[in-house]
């Protein structure tokens, strides 16, 4: 479905540098292009370089000024290499995307301390380090945006996601205290809490028949949610248009009871 009017614009991100983790394929790549069809500055990185580069070339060809950089977010170091380096060349991060992570399935029986750690790395430990990294920029310049993608998975009933659903849940947690402690600076932290998003990867992997069946039966409203029904949050948020919005979770899940 599609807004009849169109959808919305927000002029405050025109010429605003962004930052966004996992940006290479799924709601990552569509924040990465929605940002930029804002006239945003991107930086993004990935593991998955062949996607990242194509998608860099593709908004390039149209005229974004965006950067991929090859970056494993398991790796501090790195990431706040990567972040120094986009803050460099697009100038002073104003939003931040915390948006990689990894929803492999595992049994809890199987858990153990380095798989336990992994999980954590991937899915709330760079949140932290990434809000670290880019919050002296963002205080410097007047504020800034973060948004933490949290899960649905961490309010439903599910299985074998014990290491993914503890860390989704800490994103909440870690969304409200560092919105306490950079609120001063004016900088927001918000987390944005996604449904059952139809991903190329989701689609592929996960979306069976009876997982149909499931969203038609939990789902208030009818359709497939998208990527860009994600992104079109992530703007608001993104833009000042929500100024004086922090330290909340946004549900986009179609009404998933
Ligand atoms: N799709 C959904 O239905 C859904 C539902 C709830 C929450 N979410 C959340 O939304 C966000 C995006 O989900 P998605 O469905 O697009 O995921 P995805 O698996 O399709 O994409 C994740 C991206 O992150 C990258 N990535 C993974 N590990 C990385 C690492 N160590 N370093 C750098 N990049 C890495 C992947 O290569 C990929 O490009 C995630 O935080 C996810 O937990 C998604």
Redo the contacts with the bound molecule.
């Keep these: 479905m599609s807004a009849e009017g169109g959808w919305a614009t927000y002029p405050s991100l025109a010429g605003r540098t962004a930052f966004v983790?996992?940006g290479?394929?799924?709601?990552?790549a569509e924040f990465v292009e929605q940002l930029a069809g804002q006239g945003a500055r991107v930086g993004f990185?990935?593991?998955?370089v062949e996607?990242g580069r194509a998608l860099e070339q593709r908004l390039a060809a149209g005229g974004a000024e965006v950067r991929f950089l090859e970056?494993?977010?398991?790796d501090v170091p790195a990431l706040r290499a990567a972040i120094g380096r986009v803050a460099g060349e697009l100038g002073v991060i104003r939003v931040l995307v915390n948006?990689?992570?990894?929803?492999h399935r595992d049994k809890v029986a199987e858990m153990d301390e380095a798989l336990w750690d992994d999980r954590m790395a991937?899915n709330v430990r760079h949140h932290f380090f990434a809000a670290q990294a880019v919050a002296p920029g963002m205080r410097d310049a007047g504020g800034g945006s973060i948004v933490n993608?949290?899960?649905?998975?961490a309010h439903i009933d599910l299985m074998d996601l014990p290491g993914y659903i503890t860390a989704?849940a800490g994103v909440e947690g870690l969304t409200r205290t560092l919105a306490r402690e950079y609120g001063p600076w004016a900088i927001r932290v918000n987390c944005i809490i996604?449904?059952?998003?139809m991903?190329e990867?989701?689609l592929a992997d996960w979306v069976t028949p009876e997982a149909e069946e499931s969203i038609a039966r939990n789902q208030c409203l009818p359709q497939h949610l998208m990527p860009d029904d994600v992104a079109r949050m992530l703007l608001w948020l993104a833009a000042d248009d929500s100024r004086s919005c922090t330290a909340q979770q946004w549900v986009v899940d179609g009404g998933w009871m």
């Design positions: 983790s996992g290479a394929s799924g709601l990552g990185v990935d593991l998955d996607r970056c494993d977010v398991r948006n990689a992570a990894n929803d991937v993608l949290g899960s649905i998975s989704k996604p449904g059952w998003i991903t990867r989701q």
